[in-house]
């Protein structure tokens, strides 16, 4: 079964970077478009990126592009999220997503 971990959240000041790291397992990775989502407290999921099966093409969310990097190692079965100059607004948790499929969620915090 589709079986995603995601780790690398943390505590971090506003200005600062961290990297989400998401291990995959249970399908085939490297065929499969990878997603990466958020949730804040009190609203609901948000979409943060997309990169495609071979990691050729990236999307991003309006607020994160040009701060945030996806990447991906069909090698390893590993998806990366790089997040720099970190707001505070970008406090949430972040999920990997396979399609409806998400791990249990890796926490960012930013203060300000």
């Known amino acids: 079964q589709v079986q995603l971990v995601e780790s690398g959240g943390g505590l971090v000041q506003a200005g600062g970077s961290l990297r989400l790291s998401c291990a995959a397992s249970?399908?085939?990775?490297?065929?499969?478009?990878m997603t990466w989502a958020r949730q804040a407290p009190g609203k609901e999921l948000e979409w943060v990126s997309n990169?495609?099966?071979?990691?050729?093409?990236?999307d991003y969310l309006a607020s994160v592009k040009g701060r945030f990097t996806t990447s991906r190692d069909n090698a390893k079965n590993t998806m990366y999220l790089q997040m720099n100059s970190l707001k505070p607004e970008d406090t949430a948790v972040y999920y990997c997503m396979k399609s409806s499929h998400r791990g249990q969620g890796t926490q960012v915090t930013v203060s300000s």
């Open positions: 249970g399908f085939a990775f490297s065929r499969s478009v």
């Open positions: 990169i495609s099966s071979d990691g050729s093409a990236t």
